[in-house]
């Protein structure tokens, strides 16, 4: 049975920071693209960041010197660490996994995902 289980959501003032981890089973994690996506309230889910199982990284472009996306191979874990948050970062942050290629967005696409974490960023 394939799990993604993510944490490390929490509130925030605008310019801090908060990093998030995604742990994956049952799933061949060393062949996937892993993603993260961003649902702000009342609105779609988007992409945020993708890494595949060669550590290529791709960014939206609006988190671009701001997020990171990396991976622990040996723990099965992924994580986005958040600098700079503003306001608009608010909302639940979701993992993902598919097989490649690697891309970066089209939720409806992805096989696999994760229940949420919140994030909320205060002014």
């Known amino acids: 049975q394939v799990r993604l289980v993510e944490s490390g959501g929490g509130s925030v003032q605008a310019g801090g920071s908060l990093r998030l981890s995604c742990a994956v089973s049952g799933y061949d994690y060393h062949s996937a693209c892993i993603s993260w996506f961003h649902q702000a309230p009342g609105k779609e889910r988007e992409g945020v960041a993708s890494?595949?199982?060669?550590?290529?990284?791709i960014y939206a472009d609006s988190v671009k010197g701001r997020f990171t996306i990396s991976q622990e191979n040996a723990e099965n874990t992924m994580y986005l660490q958040m600098n700079s948050l503003k306001p608009e970062d608010t909302g639940m942050y979701f993992c993902?996994?598919?097989?490649?290629?690697?891309?970066?967005?089209?939720?409806?696409?992805?096989?696999?995902w994760g229940q949420g974490t919140q994030v909320t960023v205060s002014s």
């Open positions: 890494i595949d199982h060669d550590a290529k990284k």
């Open positions: 993902a996994a598919d097989p490649p290629p690697c891309r970066v967005g089209e939720p409806a696409t992805w096989d696999y």
